[in-house]
């Protein structure tokens, strides 16, 4: 079955960087869309970045040009690298694979961002 399994998450410093990752398995990798999704406290879970197949990417406003979403086929891992943190990027950050009208969702990673 699918399985989507984030790591990397933290607490770090306004202005500072953290690298996300997502290992997936139980599905063909490399021919789904992946994303990355966060939801702060009190909050709606809002989509960040995702990268096709074909590796084109889509960013979030919030988060262009601080965030890179990246993916490793041979790996079957996606990434978000997190530059220039803000206090707002604070939240629990989710993988995602949106497959054939099915959304599979990971545990969740906790990012928190300090002044």
């Known amino acids: 079955q699918v399985q989507l399994v984030e790591s990397g998450g933290g607490l770090v410093q306004a202005g500072g960087s953290l690298r996300l990752s997502c290992a997936a398995s139980?599905?063909?990798?490399?021919?789904?869309?992946m994303a990355w999704y966060r939801q702060a406290p009190r909050k709606q879970r809002e989509l960040v970045a995702l990268?096709?197949?074909?590796?084109?990417?889509h960013y979030a406003d919030s988060v262009k040009g601080r965030f890179t979403i990246s993916r490793d086929n041979v790996k079957n891992t996606v990434f978000l690298q997190m530059n220039s943190l803000k206090l707002e990027d604070t939240a629990v950050y989710y993988c995602n694979l949106p497959q054939n009208g099915v959304n599979y969702w990971g545990q969740g990673t906790q990012v928190t961002v300090s002044s």
């Open positions: 139980g599905f063909v990798f490399s021919i789904y869309t």
């Open positions: 990268i096709t197949s074909g590796g084109r990417t």
